[in-house]
């Protein structure tokens, strides 16, 4: 996620308008794929 940072260091704390992307996996035994993020210090 550098490009973010470089633009936060560019625009401080205004907000920004980015694209972005969501979708939900199940597979044929109604299991749900989840993701761990590692760009978000949790």
Do not use: F
């Not at 401080?12 to 969501?22: H, K, Q, S, V």
């Not at 299991?31 to 761990?36: D, F, K």
Request: glycine residues 8%; hydrophobic residues 45%; neutral net charge.
């Amino acid at each position: 996620m550098g490009y973010i940072s470089d633009l936060r260091e560019l625009v401080g704390t205004r907000p920004l308008i980015m694209c972005g992307a969501a979708v939900i996996v199940i597979d044929h035994e109604n299991r749900l794929l989840l993701q761990l993020r590692k760009d978000n210090s949790l």
